[in-house]
């Protein structure tokens, strides 16, 4: 059996990792500044968050959710304390997809609706309903079009309003900061005035936070920025440092039910051993100063690069545009510079998405690399 051929890959197997660095088997070292579409948030192989899994899979992995688990409850209890959103519900399950899918359900019982607004560029998974409110045809199959969802612009609050007028919105989902679609986001007015207009004509605002929460964006989520209260936030990628899992933090207004969610392995004992230790690290090691610290550093440095058109993003979710392709770039990066980056939906940005505990060192490292890959290129089109 082979493996179904949907991942276009580089050359590059890595074999093991620790902190920033992802060492391949040949012994390469790679500064990795995408950590894995941004899912690596306190380093690679955190010694305390190797400890944790290991002694929690030495006492049980797993077992389901028809008993009690005391680390979900201790798990829900902290990240209420480090998020300071103390004043939600967890309900935990696998991934980035399955959160968006039970949020906008969540959303419909709620308000007994259907139709869904998200907005141009979005991306919200590939399940079913969290694909259908991702704007990106060539995802979407035939079977995804039972969904009804509207795709507004980002920052247009007069056709948003146009649109919840009509009554029949069960739901608004939003990225804080875009991931896939570019780094673009909706500005501070635009997002108090969404929450404002969800609130008037009773519709549940689902902020997507699976990318630029969890302290990536100096806040430990995003929307923080701009000092709103969504219904529910939907959290992944960087909650377990790589161990699958995720989850919807429900405003403690909606009510729960016996059966209304449910998952075989949402919340298992290694997933909350691997989401504790994480809590604890970024809260012991401070890593959201961190993200601040070098973020700013970053933001001084990039703008040594006179190639680069603009800077988007917050924290250490940014984006680096120029006006022609970064394919090359980002090859040039890997092969010859031994640093990862990552693309996004728009050919000419450039992802960064490094570990929270990235030092400002290695962003050095990254710009001097930058400037070298910059100046073959140039030299090479100049020739052209």
């Known amino acids: 059996?082979?493996?179904?051929?949907?991942?276009?890959?580089?050359?590059?197997?890595?074999?093991?990792?620790?902190?920033?660095?992802?060492?391949?088997?040949?012994?390469?070292?790679?500064?990795?500044?995408?950590?894995?579409?941004?899912?690596?948030?306190?380093?690679?192989?955190?010694?305390?968050?190797?400890?944790?899994?290991?002694?929690?899979?030495?006492?049980?992995?797993?077992?389901?959710?028809?008993?009690?688990?005391?680390?979900?409850?201790?798990?829900?209890?902290?990240?209420?304390?480090?998020?300071?959103?103390?004043?939600?519900?967890?309900?935990?399950?696998?991934?980035?997809?399955?959160?968006?899918?039970?949020?906008?359900?969540?959303?419909?019982?709620?308000?007994?609706?259907?139709?869904?607004?998200a907005f141009e560029k979005a991306f919200h998974g590939r399940t079913s309903a969290a694909v259908a409110a991702t704007d990106n045809k060539k995802i979407?199959?035939?079977?995804?079009?039972?969904?009804?969802?509207?795709?507004?612009?980002?920052?247009?609050?007069?056709?948003?309003?146009?649109?919840?007028?009509?009554?029949?919105?069960?739901?608004?989902?939003?990225?804080?900061?875009?991931?896939?679609?570019?780094?673009?986001?909706?500005?501070?007015?635009?997002?108090?005035?969404?929450?404002?207009?969800?609130?008037?004509?009773?519709?549940?605002?689902?902020?997507?936070?699976?990318?630029?929460?969890?302290?990536?964006?100096?806040?430990?989520?995003?929307?923080?920025?701009?000092?709103?209260?969504?219904?529910?936030?939907s959290i992944a990628k960087g909650m377990g440092n790589g161990f699958p899992i995720g989850g919807i933090l429900i405003s403690n207004t909606v009510k729960a039910s016996y059966g209304l969610l449910g998952t075989t392995f949402g919340g298992n004992h290694l997933a909350c051993a691997a989401g504790l230790s994480v809590l604890n690290v970024i809260e012991k090691e401070k890593l959201m100063e961190n993200v601040n610290s070098v973020s700013e550093h970053f933001l001084q440095r990039i703008n040594e690069i006179e190639e680069i058109k603009a800077i988007k993003g917050k924290g250490l979710m940014l984006g680096v545009s120029f006006d022609f392709p970064v394919s090359e770039i980002r090859k040039s990066l890997i092969f010859e510079e031994g640093i990862f980056t990552g693309g996004s939906a728009d050919p000419n940005l450039l992802r960064i998405l490094p570990p929270l505990s990235v030092t400002k060192q290695e962003i050095d490292s990254f710009i001097d690399a930058l400037k070298k890959v910059l100046s073959k290129v140039t030299h090479i089109e100049n020739r052209i």
Do not use: W
């Not at 696998?94 to 609706?113: P, R, V, W, Y």
């Not at 919105?169 to 991931?179: D, K, S």
């Not at 997002?191 to 997507?208: M, P, S």
């Open 1 to 117: 059996m082979e493996l179904f051929d949907v991942y276009p890959l580089y050359d590059v197997t890595p074999e093991k990792a620790k902190g920033c660095y992802v060492y391949d088997d040949k012994g390469k070292k790679y500064l990795d500044l995408y950590g894995g579409h941004g899912v690596i948030s306190i380093g690679h192989t955190h010694k305390d968050y190797v400890a944790a899994l290991t002694e929690q899979v030495q006492k049980m992995g797993f077992y389901s959710n028809s008993i009690k688990n005391p680390l979900q409850e201790a798990f829900a209890k902290k990240l209420g304390l480090v998020s300071e959103c103390e004043d939600y519900n967890l309900f935990l399950c696998n991934s980035g997809a399955e959160a968006n899918e039970n949020a906008l359900k969540m959303a419909s019982f709620e308000t007994g609706k259907r139709k869904v607004i």
């Open 140 to 233: 979407n199959a035939p079977l995804n079009s039972q969904h009804e969802v509207v795709f507004l612009p980002l920052n247009d609050a007069e056709l948003l309003e146009k649109e919840l007028a009509k009554n029949d919105v069960a739901a608004v989902i939003i990225e804080g900061i875009q991931g896939v679609g570019g780094l673009d986001e909706g500005s501070k007015q635009f997002f108090q005035t969404l929450e404002g207009l969800c609130k008037q004509y009773g519709v549940i605002l689902i902020l997507d936070e699976i990318q630029s929460g969890y302290g990536r964006s100096g806040r430990f989520f995003s929307f923080q920025h701009h000092g709103i209260h969504p219904d529910i936030i």
